[in-house]
């Protein structure tokens, strides 16, 4: 996440009902953490297109039934029972439901674009990702834009997640599926032909 986020508290927890209720807000994105409403500024620059030029990356060496999808609506248990990925990998078919539940999800990936987003996707999310399941988990950061990193963790037997050290540049990894990703293509310029 690339904007510092507002958490809104109120006099009592907000239920998934009174979150589902919320209207469509094109502004902010939403997000329940531990009980209390999160209003998100939408991502900067930097931030979208990241998330822009990682969708094709995976796509293309996705599988048909597969495919990439940036902020689904995630529905978790616990304290924090509505998130939003930056991008999730998952059948094609939950393009049809209003939101993803987590034991759908492939691949769930956040990018981290400051010091409050660090700390929530690499501690707080990562906890509630690995207690719902979710197998494979990366969070990129594009800290510094001359050195985008890539942390990836991986569900163990045990409902814990092992984490691989920070890689930079040109990352291939054999799970959830054999890929290729090019960190360095995420920032910077735009390449022209």
């Known amino acids: 996440m690339t904007a510092d986020a507002a958490t809104i508290r109120h006099e009592r927890p907000i239920s998934v009902e009174d979150f589902d209720a919320l209207p469509v807000d094109t502004d902010h994105r939403y997000e329940l953490e531990n009980g ?100 494979h988990y990366w969070v990129i950061d594009i800290l510094d834009a001359d050195s985008a990193g890539l942390t990836i963790f991986t569900l163990d037997a045990e409902g814990a997640y092992r984490i691989t050290p920070r890689a930079t540049g040109t990352v291939t990894v054999a799970e959830p599926l054999p890929m290729t990703i090019d960190l360095d293509a995420l920032t910077g310029p735009r390449e022209t032909a």
């Not at 609506?73 to 439901?97: C, H, I, K, N, Y």
């Not at 939101?99 to 929530?120: C, P």
Request: glycine share 4%; net charge negative; proline share 9%.
């Open 36 to 135: 209390s409403l999160l209003v998100i500024a939408r991502p900067a620059p930097p931030h979208s297109r990241a998330i822009k030029r990682l969708l094709p990356q995976l796509d293309d060496q996705l599988p048909p039934e597969l495919e990439a999808f940036s902020e689904l609506e995630t529905e978790l248990t616990g304290r924090s029972p509505r998130r939003v990925p930056d991008v999730v990998v998952a059948r094609v078919e939950v393009v049809e439901q209003p939101r993803i539940r987590a034991e759908q999800i492939v691949l769930a990936v956040e990018i981290a674009t400051s010091g409050e987003s660090a700390v929530r996707d690499y501690a707080i999310k990562a906890g509630e990702y690995a207690a719902n399941g979710i197998a």
